[in-house]
């Protein structure tokens, strides 16, 4: 907008600055899953393993950002099961 230049009212509350930018949540889920599937787990890894990974991840960043949401709630987020946010809230539980 005209003047707007210069002016940083703030991030949306779902908008993180990390490393010089700013990321939405959706970006957030898919950088969290892709270091999932980067890290040294993933070295040997089928596209299978690799791809289950990456829902892990995704499902560890959203619990870690929000433990108190229900399962269900993350799932429908991360486009899962809630069986499957269950095992992998007790799996960091642990």
Known sequence: MEGAEGKHPGIPTDWSEDAGGLYCLACRRVLAG??????EQAADATREQRLQLRKVGTLEFEIRRSPERPDRVIARACHTSAPAV???RQRLAE
């Open 86 to 88: 269950s095992k992998v």
């Open 34 to 39: 892709e270091a999932a599937a980067m890290g």
